[in-house]
Protein backbone atom coordinates (compact mmCIF):
# COMPACT_ATOMS: atom_id res chain seq x y z
CA UNK A 1 0.00 0.00 0.00
CA UNK A 2 3.19 1.93 0.70
CA UNK A 3 4.48 1.61 -3.28
CA UNK A 4 4.67 4.49 -5.63
CA UNK A 5 4.48 2.69 -9.40
CA UNK A 6 6.27 4.39 -12.41
CA UNK A 7 5.84 3.86 -15.98
CA UNK A 8 7.44 3.66 -18.25
CA UNK A 9 10.76 2.51 -17.16
CA UNK A 10 12.38 4.37 -19.97
CA UNK A 11 11.26 6.93 -22.79
CA UNK A 12 13.24 8.13 -25.75
CA UNK A 13 11.45 11.27 -27.25
CA UNK A 14 12.60 13.71 -30.44
CA UNK A 15 13.48 17.60 -30.06
CA UNK A 16 10.07 19.59 -29.30
CA UNK A 17 7.90 16.04 -28.16
CA UNK A 18 6.39 16.31 -24.89
CA UNK A 19 7.31 13.14 -23.12
CA UNK A 20 4.80 11.86 -20.73
CA UNK A 21 5.47 9.91 -17.22
CA UNK A 22 2.62 8.22 -15.53
CA UNK A 23 2.33 7.19 -11.75
CA UNK A 24 0.11 5.59 -9.76
CA UNK A 25 -0.85 5.18 -6.02
CA UNK A 26 -2.92 3.07 -3.80
CA UNK A 27 -2.70 4.60 -0.28
CA UNK A 28 -5.37 7.52 -0.13
CA UNK A 29 -3.56 9.03 3.09
CA UNK A 30 -0.57 10.33 0.69
CA UNK A 31 -1.15 14.02 0.43
CA UNK A 32 1.86 15.54 -1.74
CA UNK A 33 2.94 14.21 -4.61
CA UNK A 34 6.96 15.59 -5.73
CA UNK A 35 8.43 14.59 -9.06
CA UNK A 36 12.62 14.96 -8.68
CA UNK A 37 14.71 15.56 -11.60
CA UNK A 38 18.44 13.84 -11.30
CA UNK A 39 21.25 13.95 -13.63
CA UNK A 40 24.00 11.80 -13.98
CA UNK A 41 26.21 11.95 -10.88
CA UNK A 42 24.08 14.47 -9.41
CA UNK A 43 21.72 14.02 -6.19
CA UNK A 44 17.42 14.22 -6.82
CA UNK A 45 16.57 17.58 -7.05
CA UNK A 46 12.88 18.94 -6.55
CA UNK A 47 11.15 19.69 -10.39
CA UNK A 48 7.50 20.08 -9.33
CA UNK A 49 4.82 19.33 -6.90
CA UNK A 50 1.03 19.11 -6.38
CA UNK A 51 -1.19 18.65 -3.85
CA UNK A 52 -4.46 16.92 -4.03
CA UNK A 53 -6.88 19.58 -3.99
CA UNK A 54 -6.21 20.59 -7.82
CA UNK A 55 -5.86 18.74 -10.76
CA UNK A 56 -2.81 20.48 -12.97
CA UNK A 57 0.08 22.31 -11.64
CA UNK A 58 2.28 24.10 -14.18
CA UNK A 59 5.84 25.56 -13.80
CA UNK A 60 7.26 26.44 -16.70
CA UNK A 61 7.62 23.87 -19.79
CA UNK A 62 6.33 21.01 -16.49
CA UNK A 63 3.08 20.40 -15.78
CA UNK A 64 1.61 17.87 -13.20
CA UNK A 65 -1.83 16.07 -13.84
CA UNK A 66 -3.63 14.65 -11.01
CA UNK A 67 -6.27 12.85 -10.97
CA UNK A 68 -7.37 11.84 -7.04
CA UNK A 69 -10.20 9.22 -7.99
CA UNK A 70 -7.93 7.11 -10.02
CA UNK A 71 -5.05 8.02 -7.49
CA UNK A 72 -2.50 8.72 -10.47
CA UNK A 73 -0.73 11.97 -11.31
CA UNK A 74 1.46 12.34 -14.36
CA UNK A 75 4.44 15.17 -15.30
CA UNK A 76 4.40 16.19 -18.70
CA UNK A 77 7.01 18.34 -20.24
CA UNK A 78 6.13 20.72 -22.89
CA UNK A 79 8.95 21.50 -25.70
CA UNK A 80 10.99 18.89 -24.40
CA UNK A 81 15.00 19.57 -24.91
CA UNK A 82 17.94 17.58 -24.99
CA UNK A 83 18.82 19.28 -21.65
CA UNK A 84 15.52 17.39 -20.43
CA UNK A 85 17.52 14.04 -20.93
CA UNK A 86 17.64 12.81 -16.90
CA UNK A 87 16.05 10.25 -14.33
CA UNK A 88 12.57 11.65 -13.13
CA UNK A 89 11.46 10.31 -10.13
CA UNK A 90 8.04 10.64 -8.24
CA UNK A 91 7.05 10.30 -5.22
CA UNK A 92 4.56 10.65 -2.75
CA UNK A 93 3.96 11.73 0.82
CA UNK A 94 2.28 10.24 3.60
CA UNK A 95 -0.91 12.33 5.60
CA UNK A 96 -0.37 14.03 8.69
CA UNK A 97 -0.06 10.78 11.08
CA UNK A 98 2.48 9.10 8.86
CA UNK A 99 5.66 10.92 8.90
CA UNK A 100 8.27 12.93 6.54
CA UNK A 101 8.76 9.58 4.59
CA UNK A 102 8.93 9.95 0.98
CA UNK A 103 7.86 7.03 -0.98
CA UNK A 104 9.37 7.15 -4.68
CA UNK A 105 8.66 5.80 -7.75
CA UNK A 106 11.15 3.82 -9.85
CA UNK A 107 12.34 6.35 -12.06
CA UNK A 108 12.04 6.81 -15.67
CA UNK A 109 14.85 7.56 -17.84
CA UNK A 110 13.98 10.41 -20.41
CA UNK A 111 16.56 10.76 -23.42
CA UNK A 112 15.63 13.94 -25.67
CA UNK A 113 17.09 13.38 -28.87
CA UNK A 114 18.28 16.59 -30.89
CA UNK B 1 23.32 28.62 0.57
CA UNK B 2 26.00 25.62 -0.17
CA UNK B 3 23.08 23.48 -0.29
CA UNK B 4 23.47 19.40 1.36
CA UNK B 5 27.42 18.78 1.79
CA UNK B 6 28.40 15.09 1.74
CA UNK B 7 31.26 13.77 1.79
CA UNK B 8 34.08 11.85 0.81
CA UNK B 9 32.11 11.93 -3.08
CA UNK B 10 33.25 8.45 -3.53
CA UNK B 11 34.54 5.71 -1.57
CA UNK B 12 36.48 2.55 -2.42
CA UNK B 13 37.22 0.12 0.36
CA UNK B 14 37.77 -3.99 0.45
CA UNK B 15 34.91 -5.91 2.21
CA UNK B 16 35.35 -6.16 5.63
CA UNK B 17 36.53 -2.52 6.42
CA UNK B 18 34.30 0.37 8.05
CA UNK B 19 33.09 3.08 5.94
CA UNK B 20 31.90 6.44 7.74
CA UNK B 21 29.62 9.01 5.00
CA UNK B 22 29.41 12.20 6.45
CA UNK B 23 26.74 14.76 5.66
CA UNK B 24 26.13 18.25 6.34
CA UNK B 25 22.45 19.85 6.15
CA UNK B 26 21.24 23.06 4.77
CA UNK B 27 21.40 25.15 8.05
CA UNK B 28 18.19 25.79 9.73
CA UNK B 29 16.78 22.74 8.51
CA UNK B 30 15.74 19.80 10.83
CA UNK B 31 15.14 16.82 9.33
CA UNK B 32 17.77 14.68 7.53
CA UNK B 33 17.93 11.65 5.57
CA UNK B 34 19.65 9.35 4.26
CA UNK B 35 18.81 7.37 1.18
CA UNK B 36 20.49 4.27 -1.10
CA UNK B 37 20.30 4.16 -4.89
CA UNK B 38 20.86 0.99 -6.63
CA UNK B 39 20.18 0.17 -10.37
CA UNK B 40 18.26 -2.72 -8.82
CA UNK B 41 16.25 -1.26 -6.13
CA UNK B 42 16.07 2.08 -6.95
CA UNK B 43 16.33 5.02 -3.91
CA UNK B 44 15.68 3.30 -0.62
CA UNK B 45 15.40 5.50 2.84
CA UNK B 46 17.49 4.15 5.37
CA UNK B 47 16.41 6.27 8.14
CA UNK B 48 15.53 9.85 8.96
CA UNK B 49 15.96 12.29 11.53
CA UNK B 50 13.86 15.20 12.98
CA UNK B 51 15.34 17.74 15.48
CA UNK B 52 18.55 14.82 16.11
CA UNK B 53 16.39 12.25 16.76
CA UNK B 54 16.37 9.27 14.82
CA UNK B 55 12.50 8.47 13.96
CA UNK B 56 12.04 5.92 11.75
CA UNK B 57 15.25 3.55 10.99
CA UNK B 58 13.42 0.57 9.67
CA UNK B 59 15.22 0.51 6.22
CA UNK B 60 18.35 0.41 7.78
CA UNK B 61 19.29 -3.44 6.18
CA UNK B 62 21.20 -4.49 9.12
CA UNK B 63 23.05 -4.22 12.06
CA UNK B 64 26.17 -3.58 9.63
CA UNK B 65 24.22 0.07 9.72
CA UNK B 66 24.49 2.70 12.40
CA UNK B 67 23.65 6.11 11.75
CA UNK B 68 24.00 9.17 13.96
CA UNK B 69 23.30 12.58 14.00
CA UNK B 70 25.25 14.34 17.40
CA UNK B 71 24.09 17.59 16.53
CA UNK B 72 21.97 19.95 14.29
CA UNK B 73 24.79 20.23 11.33
CA UNK B 74 26.54 16.87 10.67
CA UNK B 75 25.24 13.17 10.92
CA UNK B 76 27.89 10.27 10.09
CA UNK B 77 26.07 6.39 8.34
CA UNK B 78 28.50 4.12 9.15
CA UNK B 79 29.00 0.89 7.71
CA UNK B 80 30.71 -2.05 9.46
CA UNK B 81 32.12 -4.66 8.12
CA UNK B 82 31.00 -3.55 4.48
CA UNK B 83 30.11 -5.90 1.80
CA UNK B 84 30.39 -5.61 -1.50
CA UNK B 85 26.27 -5.93 -1.70
CA UNK B 86 26.50 -2.75 0.01
CA UNK B 87 28.08 -1.06 -3.19
CA UNK B 88 25.77 2.26 -3.97
CA UNK B 89 25.47 5.50 -4.34
CA UNK B 90 24.10 7.16 -0.07
CA UNK B 91 22.16 10.22 -0.62
CA UNK B 92 21.69 12.73 2.44
CA UNK B 93 18.67 14.87 2.25
CA UNK B 94 17.20 17.47 4.20
CA UNK B 95 14.21 19.51 5.08
CA UNK B 96 12.54 21.81 7.13
CA UNK B 97 9.89 20.04 9.43
CA UNK B 98 6.66 22.17 9.94
CA UNK B 99 3.62 21.23 11.84
CA UNK B 100 0.55 20.34 9.12
CA UNK B 101 -2.97 21.91 9.37
CA UNK B 102 -3.85 18.69 11.99
CA UNK B 103 -0.65 19.09 14.11
CA UNK B 104 1.02 16.53 13.05
CA UNK B 105 4.61 16.97 11.91
CA UNK B 106 4.98 17.32 7.80
CA UNK B 107 7.88 17.64 5.37
CA UNK B 108 7.66 18.73 1.89
CA UNK B 109 10.72 19.80 0.01
CA UNK B 110 13.70 17.34 1.04
CA UNK B 111 17.01 18.84 -0.63
CA UNK B 112 19.42 16.08 -1.71
CA UNK B 113 23.39 16.22 -1.10
CA UNK B 114 25.55 14.92 -4.48
CA UNK B 115 25.84 11.96 -2.97
CA UNK B 116 28.57 9.50 -2.22
CA UNK B 117 29.37 6.57 -4.47
CA UNK B 118 30.83 3.69 -2.23
CA UNK B 119 32.04 0.66 -4.15
CA UNK B 120 33.18 -2.05 -1.38
CA UNK B 121 35.78 -4.75 -3.25
Known amino acids: QQQVKQSPQSLIVQKGGIPIINCAYENTAFDYFPWYQQFPGKGPALLIA?????SEKKEGRFTISFNKSAKQFSLHIMDSQPGDSATYFCAALGGETSGSRLTFGEGTQLTVNP | DAGVIQSPRHEVTEMGQEVTLRCKPI?????LFWYRQTMMRGLELLIYFNNNVPIDDSGMPEDRFSAKMPNASFSTLKIQPSEPRDSAVYFC???????????????????FGPGTRLTVL
Open chain 1, 50 to 54: IRPDV
Open chain 2, 27 to 31: SGHNS
Open chain 2, 93 to 111: ASSTRFLGLAGGDRTDTQY
